[in-house]
Every structure is written in structure tokens, then in C-alpha cells.
């Protein structure tokens, strides 16, 4: 009997109304505000304003959960189009199923269409994000803990994963090592609450290596360590996973892409370290950028805005008086005052005469 244990939530959902709440989707708007707040203050001390983030996350945060399902589905097309897949399941991503590497692929492409749009330095922004993906993933991570989902192998551990087998939990049905049903009370190896941490961890260890090595290390090396560390923890915690996923050489598909990824991440260490530019001359660009911005703002704004009324009415007033005494018909009537001023003068002298 175990009596130490990470229990499972016997909820996943909650209405309000007619309306469903899920947890999952709480997380992951959770992690998303998140994200954003920390980008958008290490973004702000590199020259650039909050303004800025917005525009890109309104860009790459769709374009990421877009990536993110596309490649679950890619992944798993059994789930969908299979003999008892439901195609209609594709759009219920509150039911999980999100690839992390769909997200950063499509989610990073919408980003340097905005950047290259706006000129905006992508490697500074791929240094900003790095942590903050990071921190991202770990407060998703609770999304699969509410639905009990992606847990790892049956063990004894004093902080092993007990299901709800009164919710919605898959467990009840997974395989043990001999092929069998596990036995009712089985723990299982809390792979979200591994995960959690190791990115937690590397959220730090990148935010120590931007403070203590920023002016030896190139744009663009943080995330090249954010992918190197996020995937080299992937890698070992996938292999504690038993939910199903198909293998390549009895090795699952995911364990593969993080290899993969931890290759190319190392090979884009060491290209930006010799190729890539500084993180202070792209952070004087984009202080020159912010500053155009803001002075292209305020001329538009100044374009738009009516002029105070007492402005206006006084050169009303200004103009009127020049016109008046400027125009031909005022000459004339100078002229006219003129002459009756002289005849009048000439009939005195006669009278006197």
C-alpha cells in the first residue's frame, strides 16, 4: 500500500451556463499570458515597448496552436481518420493533444514575418522569448495533469501519479510491463511534474547565462540553449511515457525528434557564435526603431487632431481685419473719404474768401 502520492484532480471541467470550461484550456491561457508579460519586460529593456510584443504574440500565438495541432494530428492521424476516429476531433483541442515542436515551428515563422515586416532584430526576439517559452510549457504541463494524460510508467516512488479512476483518466485501461490491466491502486511516473521542472530549471539557467555571459555570447545563442535544454530533457522524459505513440526502430517519434532537434540546436550554437551579431549593436537598432515608431505616431496623431478653437477663431478674426484693409473696395473708399475731406476743405476757404 502505498502512502505517499501525488493525487490526480477529480474535475477537468466546470460549466457556467450553457458554457464548458476546461482546464486544460485555462493552463494554456494561463501560459500564454505569461509568456507574454515576460517577453514583453525583457523586450523593454532592450529598447523596444510592450506595443511590439503584443503585435508579434497577436501573429504568433494562433499561428503556434495552429502548428501545435497539426502536428498532433500528423502524429496520430489514427485518432482522426482512423476505423474509430472522429474527424470533428480536430478542432476540440480542449481534449489535449498539442506538439510542442508544430508550436514553435509556425508559431516562429509568424513571428519573423512580423519582425521582417516591421525590422525588427529576430535573433534579440528569439533571446527574449527563450526563458519564457520555457516557463510557458511548464504552467501548460498542468493542462495534462488535470486530464490525466501523458503520465509515465507504473512505480513505487513515494511521488508517483494516482489516478481518478472516477474521472476521465486514461489510466485504467494503459498496459504494465507484463502486457496486463494495471492493478487498481498503481502509481505512475508524474512525467508533467518532471517536465515542470526541468523547464522551470532551464528557464533560470538561461536567465543566469543572459545576466553573466551577454556580451561574450551572440543574438540568438539563448534559444539555441533553450532548444538544446528543453530537447535533452524531452528525450529521457518521453522514454518514461506509456501512452501510445508509434515508433521508429522501437524507439517513439518524439524521443527521435528531440534528438534531432538537440543536434540542430548545437550546429545553430556554434554557426551564431561565429556568424551572428551582437546583442548591443541589435539592440541600438531597435531603439532607433522604437524611436521612429513613436515619432511616426505622434505625427499621425498630431495630423488627426483638430486645432483648439480659440486658435482658429483668432486667425478668423486676424484674416478678416487684413482683408478689410488690403482689398480694392477698401482703397476706394480711402479714396473717396479722401476727396470729400478736400472739398469740404476748399468750400470753408471760399465762404471765408
Request: hydrophobic share 45%.
Amino acid at each position: 500500500m502505498n502512502l505517499a502520492y501525488i493525487p490526480s484532480p477529480s474535475i477537468s471541467e466546470f460549466s457556467i451556463g450553457p458554457l464548458t470550461i476546461h482546464f486544460y484550456a485555462l493552463t494554456m491561457l494561463a501560459a500564454i499570458v505569461v509568456a507574454v508579460w515576460i517577453a514583453t519586460v525583457r523586450w523593454k529593456k532592450l529598447g523596444g515597448i510592450s506595443d511590439q510584443i503584443l503585435d508579434i504574440a497577436l501573429c504568433a500565438v494562433p499561428a503556434g496552436i495552429i502548428g501545435a495541432r497539426i502536428y498532433h494530428i500528423i502524429t496520430t492521424p489514427e485518432r482522426f481518420f482512423g476505423p474509430t476516429g472522429d474527424w470533428i476531433d480536430m478542432f476540440r483541442i480542449w481534449n489535449g493533444g498539442l506538439g510542442i515542436w508544430g508550436a514553435i515551428v509556425l508559431g516562429a515563422l509568424a513571428a519573423w514575418g512580423w519582425c521582417r515586416h516591421r525590422h525588427y532584430p529576430m535573433a534579440l526576439l528569439s533571446d527574449v522569448i527563450a526563458p519564457a517559452l520555457l516557463v510557458a510549457q511548464a504552467i501548460g504541463r498542468l493542462g495534462n495533469w488535470f486530464n490525466q494524460e501523458l503520465y509515465g510508467a507504473p512505480t513505487t516512488l513515494p511521488w508517483g501519479l494516482k489516478l481518478n479512476i472516477t474521472g476521465t483518466a486514461i489510466g485504467s485501461s494503459e498496459l504494465c510491463y507484463d502486457g496486463s490491466s494495471c492493478p487498481t491502486g498503481t502509481l505512475f511516473q508524474p512525467t508533467f511534474l518532471y517536465e515542470m521542472i526541468w523547464n522551470l530549471i532551464g528557464a533560470a539557467l538561461i536567465l543566469w547565462i543572459g545576466h553573466r555571459a551577454s556580451k561574450a555570447l551572440k543574438a540568438g545563442s539563448l534559444f539555441a540553449i533553450y532548444v538544446m535544454w528543453y530537447t535533452a530533457g524531452r528525450t529521457w522524459i518521453e522514454m518514461l511515457r506509456i501512452d501510445f505513440a508509434h515508433e521508429f526502430l522501437g524507439v517513439r517519434i518524439n524521443v527521435w525528434v528531440s534528438m534531432v532537434c538537440f543536434i540542430l540546436g548545437v550546429f545553430a550554437f556554434i554557426l551564431i557564435q561565429r556568424y551572428g551579431k551582437s546583442t548591443a549593436l541589435l539592440s541600438e537598432k531597435l531603439r532607433t526603431i522604437t524611436e521612429l515608431e513613436s515619432r511616426e505616431q505622434e505625427d499621425s496623431t498630431s495630423t488627426r487632431s483638430p486645432k483648439p478653437s480659440g486658435t482658429i477663431e483668432k486667425r478668423e478674426s486676424f484674416d478678416a481685419d487684413e482683408f478689410s484693409h488690403n482689398s480694392p473696395d477698401s482703397d476706394e473708399n480711402d479714396d473717396a473719404q479722401t476727396d470729400k475731406e478736400s472739398n469740404e476743405a476748399s468750400s470753408e476757404k471760399n465762404k471765408k474768401a
